[in-house]
């Protein structure tokens, strides 16, 4: 099916909503077709049966900042030393994702599902989190587009090209991401609220596609998911809670519903093991969201003056700190019979530069044998020219085997202790470093205001969590008023140099981008936000949540926002 759209007609059109349920945003035929009255009730009845437990898990959140903000840092909690000192291990994985040595990731844009479903790759993670910048039209599309993909009938005509692209005989398995627990979503209004972002997202998709998913590619399990931003159990509880209501349903079998949690919270590395015991049917392993992970770092030792990072280029898997966590993954996940999934190859290939080109690929291809040779299951790419180098590194190593579940325990990853997980990482800070954030932050920023969430920028695919590291680490430099030691010059960071890159990065983004493009898109205004969020007082928790207002269209127009 090729995607159409309806003229919108004030007053005239509106969703089919049942009670409680107040859509408020644009009208579309098409959107209507995933708006039903039934699906909707699904996402109300799961909004009402959870919004107070989210409430709850959102505030044990403020709590434990509070505590970090006091001094203390996360640890073992000792009353589950049980779970991680027991002998359980989570439900059989389905055998249609058995084999999962390379995935490949991206928004839930039409074109972009069909690339990564042909790509080559074992898995798609098609994403509402942070690879999209959530608008009611992105979200709305998306699950169009899935719908479709599901269905087998999607299709995109690129004019400019004149190509008609579709989905070939063999495809990837599909995973969605829905967005974090503490995402809104103020489009759609439930007993007067904005609805929770993420039951959103997993009802609608959910709701349309369970049973024809179940037929087509999950060999009778499914749907399948990848859950973001988790801090601790108790959140993965929740959701294994919105699983099993799901499944009741629907009418199918416990444990159909799998889940890969991503491990991208500093907190929640030391709640691997719970978090797979409260999800234990519903799981298919971890994975290490390891951009995410050095923004979290960052933002838990906000009030830390003695963990500053280096200039982020250098907090890469050498640093003991991130491999204690890689390795750490993969033994509990090794133990409790699930994938221990590598983090995100981002590079883009330079086409017009063959030996930089080169360079970037070595890159790929060694962090890729790292990976491989620790035992990790398989990995992440952002683009579909960096599946063959994967490929080639997880089955040099892997051979016909599906994964290394039975044959990498890494008993030795046992002997990893707090300090491990929490060393500071080694390195300078520089100038350049600080000039790197700002101007990626703000580019970034700029894209994600004009609806896209997954931004080339300097040879990298980059997604909100490299704004996010972006936006913390100014912050916490202007702060401490830390010495750029990586420069010999004995400068430290203030509000007034700060201000002195802003200009200059601005004045090179110009002229990086044309002044045409510079000029129609929303650089200036990014620009204001991302300086507010690296200036202010206190440490906003999420980027994408300080400016998703400015993202929200209610009709009428009028209308106020959240």
Known sequence: MELETSVYRPNVAVYDSPDGVEVRGRYDQIFA??????????????????????????????????????????????????????????ASVPPAVADRRVEITGPVERKMIINALNSGAKVFMADFEDALSPSWENLMRGHVNLKDAVDGSITFHDKSRNRVYKLNDQTAKLF???????????????????????LVDFGLYFFHNYA?????????????????????SREAKIWNSVFERAEKMAGIERGSIRATVLIETLPAVFQMNEILYELHDHSVGLNCGRWDYIFSYVKTFQSHPDRLLPDRVLV???????????????????????????????????????KANEMALDLVRKDKLREVRAGHD??????????PICMEAFTGHMG???NQIKSMKREDASAITEEDLL??????????GLRLNTRVGIQYLAAWLTGSGSVPLYNLMEDAATAEISRVQNWQWIRYGVELDGDGLGVRVSKELFGRVVEEEMERIE??????????????EACKMFTKQCTAPELDDFLTLAVYNHIVAHYPINVSRL
């Open 316 to 354: 890469g898997m050498g640093q003991h700190f991130m491999r204690s966590y890689s390795d750490l993954l993969i033994r509990t996940c090794h133990k409790r019979g699930v994938h221990a999934m590598g983090g995100m190859a981002a590079q883009i290939p330079i086409r017009d530069d063959p």
């Open 423 to 432: 060393q500071i990482p080694r390195g300078v800070r520089t100038l350049e």
């Open 212 to 232: 024809k998913f179940r037929q087509t590619q999950g060999s009778g399990f499914g749907p399948f998911f990848y859950l973001p931003k988790m801090e601790h």
């Open 378 to 387: 398989g990995t992440w790419a952002a683009h579909p020219g960096l599946i």
């Open 176 to 198: 969605v991401r829905p967005r974090g627990w503490h995402l809104p979503e103020a489009h759609i209004l439930i007993d007067g609220e904005p609805a929770t972002g993420c």
């Open 511 to 524: 002229k990086e981008v044309g002044k045409d493009k510079f000029k129609k898109g929303m650089y200036k």
């Open 33 to 90: 077709k995933i708006l039903t009255r039934e699906a909707l009730s699904f996402v109300a009845e799961l909004q009402r049966e959870f919004r107070g437990h989210v409430r709850y898990a959102m505030e044990c959140r403020k709590e434990a900042r509070r505590r970090y903000n006091s001094g203390a840092v996360p640890g073992f909690d000792p009353s589950t030393k049980f779970i991680r000192d027991g002998d359980w291990v989570c």
């Open 400 to 402: 016909k085997n599906p």
